[in-house]
């Protein structure tokens, strides 16, 4: 993935709902490396990720509701 026309880096936003599990990891992992190459990387996933970002320009953040069904209701 090159920059944008002007040749600045690129905004991007990954989704994956499931904060854990191999579609997790590999958008974590596919995130880190389009930061890697320069751009501005948010990956927006359910609640408490398992991974957190150490790469510069890419950030983790919990924003989907995610249904999980072994717990408990109250």
Do not use: C, K, Y
Not at 4 to 28: I, N, Q, W
């Amino acid at each position: 993935m090159t920059g944008t026309p002007d040749g600045g880096p690129r905004r991007v936003l990954l989704g994956e709902f499931g904060p854990s599990g191999g579609l997790f990891h590999f958008a974590f992992q596919e995130g880190a490396a389009l930061a890697g190459r320069g751009h501005n990387v948010v990956l927006v996933t359910g609640p408490n990720p398992e991974l957190a970002s150490i790469t510069p320009g890419f950030r983790v953040l919990s924003g989907f509701p995610t249904w999980d069904p072994t717990a408990e209701e109250n």
